[in-house]
Each structure stands twice: as C-alpha cells, then as structure tokens.
C-alpha cells in the first residue's frame, strides 16, 4: 500500500457570471443613496479589475491614479502592482467618492477608500453581502464573491476587454 498513488482529483475551471449578468449586477445598485454609489463603485472596480476582494479592501486614498487609468495595488512586502481601470469603474468610485463617501466616513476612517455605514473599513464578508443582496434584484445566481474578478479575467482570455485609453498601456 506504500507504492499506491492516491487518485488524483479532478480540477474544475471556477465558474463566473456570464457578461449579460454582470451588466444586470453592475446596473443593481440604485446610486440614489450613498450606499448603492459605494456598491455601484465597488462592483464596478472588481469587475473592470480583476483585483481580489481583499486587495479591493487595502486600497487607500493614494492607491487611485485615475489620470493614468491605473488602480496602485498594495501586495506583500510594501510593493504593489499596477492594475489598468476603465472608465466606467473610475467615473463609479469619482461619484461615490465625491457623492457618498464624505457621508459615510468618519474621522477614524482614515484614508480606506471603501467604508461601510459606519465608516469602519469594509470587510470582505460586507463585499460578499454587497453581490448576494445585488444578484437577485436583476436575477443572477452568485455562488462566490470571485464570481466577478473569474469573469474579467475569462472574458479578457476572450478578446472582450480592451485597456483603458490614457494609460502606460496603449
């Protein structure tokens, strides 16, 4: 029984919200109040990105070069990646930030791009609250919050995503 190999489990491609969806999801959130423009924005970051939710979370004021198209994500070891955004995902976190986030921090806030109602720094179980109240408003089945970053990064394999124009990357 030492010489047998255990059989090897089967490795599945991780499921993501076809782009029909993910419009309906994007569109969900009403920007009438301050909390939809934040979900609006947050939605559509992870989307235009393909950032992780917890590096969705450690953005801070200076992480944002939206001149540039670019988000400055913060990775281990004090670095941090360039992330290319479009401009329908800066114009969303614009209006959320000069619409909805100086009614929703506090002076404890900090410099946290993404607070919650009580100006606390969102958590990862929030985001994950944010797309399982979306989905069924506009009927979309959400299983895991990578549902949206497994779509871009599906979507760019496809051809569908193009760079933002005005970044390093034209």
Not at 72 to 80: D, R, S, Y
Not at 120 to 143: E, F, H, T
Request: net charge positive; aromatic share 6%.
């Amino acid at each position: 029984s030492a010489q047998l190999e255990p059989p090897r489990l089967e490795r599945r491609i991780p499921d993501y919200l076809p782009v029909a969806e993910i419009d309906r999801l994007l569109a969900a959130p009403s920007t009438d109040e301050p909390l939809g423009r934040r979900d609006r924005a947050i939605l559509e970051v992870l989307y235009a990105s393909g950032i992780r939710v917890s590096e969705l979370l450690s953005l801070v004021l200076s992480c944002l070069a939206f001149e540039s198209g670019l988000l400055h994500v913060p990775i281990k070891g004090g670095l941090e990646r360039l992330v290319p955004i479009g401009r329908q995902a800066i114009a969303a976190v614009e209006g959320y930030l000069s619409g909805a986030r100086p009614y929703l921090a506090r002076a404890h806030s900090a410099d946290v791009v993404f607070v919650n109602a009580h100006g606390n720094g969102l958590s990862r179980m929030g985001v994950w609250k944010i797309i399982k109240d979306n989905a069924p408003v506009v009927n979309v089945k959400v299983q895991y919050a990578s549902a949206l970053p497994e779509g871009i990064k599906s979507w760019t394999q496809m051809g569908g995503w193009q760079r933002p124009k005005g970044t390093i990357y034209e």
